[in-house]
């Protein structure tokens, strides 16, 4: 549904974002003018950790717990009702089924209680949108990398609703990777971080591990399996079924993580500069959980100004999954662009933007 002329919005109108995509449960009431009233986030690690892995099943019943009270908790913050929302948005893809669903259906339902217009946003460009928010420069257009636990892509952005993907890894995710390294090692669930942590006292030259596809130019594709692979027989040994690295010492697991976690960065800035390259765009910007990685962002950024590419890199804090970065709905609701209530979820990766 597409009203021709764009919306004048004022400085107060307000959206109630929510995201519920993979293993977070969240929701944020935003202004137009970027300020953030409300915001609340109810993580699940604790429920997952000792699968070390997300099991959608219990992701989506935890959200289906949750999704009431964080949208509540967001709106008491934010001091407002229901007169002061403007629309509803949610993250409609890519996802686990079950965990979208339920955002997807309390938007539907707030939607047709509240009279507001629904606006379904993809999480992906969600991510590479929250490197924008804040600024008062359009990172328009650039290259979008996205690259966190479910997706290490990257994408030619004309705008923020109008992309295409130009290539991604063809197996796991680099925090995917991150993760299940991190459970051969000992550490924590999710191991991102705490591999990170680990890998500042090693050497990431000890290791030689495999640049998977990074010499391939022919295409903007990655891979993290066969890297994953390596790190799991440089532990337990070629043939080997254990993955227990309790064997290593210390220095031993330092040298593995910094190693690893170098591969990997080295991968994605390769496959990122020739992304630049190959589209002519004059920027890349970046978002996902794995872009909170501190030396990914210092490699990125001595990589851009060596080759004179503005880089944007999403904050911190907007990296992990978020409400905030759902104020892409502003786009689509300044020139009318709302869903209907037949709305539904698309948990698979979507390569083009759909037309409506
Ligand atoms: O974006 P996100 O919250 O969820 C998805 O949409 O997947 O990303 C979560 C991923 C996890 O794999 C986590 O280990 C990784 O981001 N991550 C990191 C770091 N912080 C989070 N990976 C490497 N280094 C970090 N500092
Ligand atoms: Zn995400």
């Known amino acids: 549904m597409t009203h021709p002329d764009r919306l004048e919005i004022s400085n107060d109108a307000c959206l109630l974002a929510i995201e519920s995509t993979c293993d977070e449960t969240a929701a944020a009431v935003l202004t137009r003018d970027g300020r953030v009233l409300g915001e609340c986030i109810a993580t699940q690690e604790s429920l997952h950790e ?37 629309a509803i948005a949610v993250a409609t893809h890519p996802g686990l089924p079950g965990s979208l669903l339920v955002g997807l259906s309390a938007a539907k ?33 650039c290259v979008g990398l996205v690259v966190s636990g ?12 109008d992309w295409s993907y130009l290539g991604g890894t063809i197996d796991d995710a680099a925090g ?9 090692l000992g550490l924590p669930f999710p191991g991102g971080p705490h591999l990170s942590k680990l890998a500042q006292d090693g050497d990431p ?31 337990a040994g070629v043939g080997k079924q254990d993955w227990n690295s309790h064997h290593l010492s210390e220095t031993e697991k330092a040298d593995i993580a910094a190693s690893f976690e170098q ?22 910007c970046v978002g996902g959980g794995v872009a909170a990685n501190r030396k990914l962002r210092k490699q990125l ?28 709905a502003w786009e689509r609701y300044q020139v009318g662009d709302f869903d209907s209530l037949d709305l539904d979820a698309q948990p698979g990766l979507l390569r083009h933007r759909p037309k409506r």
């Not at 290490?152 to 923020?160: A, E, K």
């Not at 995917?176 to 051969?184: I, S, Y």
């Not at 800035?269 to 765009?281: D, H, I, M, Q």
């Not at 990589?303 to 944007?312: D, G, R, V, W």
Request: glycine share 6%; proline share 7%.
């Open 50 to 86: 000792r699968f070390a892995g997300v099991v959608p099943e219990i992701a989506a019943r935890a959200h289906l717990e949750r999704i009431l009270p964080v949208i509540d908790t967001s709106m008491r913050q934010a001091g407002i009702g229901p007169a002061q929302i403007c």
């Open 109 to 141: 339902a707030l939607a047709l209680a509240w009279s507001k217009p629904l606006i379904g946003i993809n999480h992906v460009q969600a991510h590479i949108y929250a490197c924008g928010i804040g600024k008062p420069e359009s990172i328009f257009p």
């Open 150 to 161: 479910g997706h290490t892509n990257l994408y030619q952005c004309n705008s923020p609703i």
């Open 176 to 184: 995917e990777a991150f993760d299940k390294v991190g459970v051969m």
């Open 205 to 235: 030259t000890a290791i030689p591990f495999p640049r998977p596809m990074l010499d391939d130019t022919s295409r903007l594709d990655l891979s993290f399996s066969g890297l994953k692979t390596a790190v799991r027989y440089r532990i």
């Open 263 to 284: 591969a990997v960065i080295d991968c994605i800035v390769g496959k990122s500069l020739l992304a630049v390259k190959r589209t002519e765009l004059p920027r890349l």
């Open 301 to 328: 950024s001595d990589a851009c100004s060596l080759h004179h590419i503005e880089l944007h890199i999403a904050d911190p804090k907007l990296c992990t999954d978020n409400a905030v970065m759902g104020a892409l």
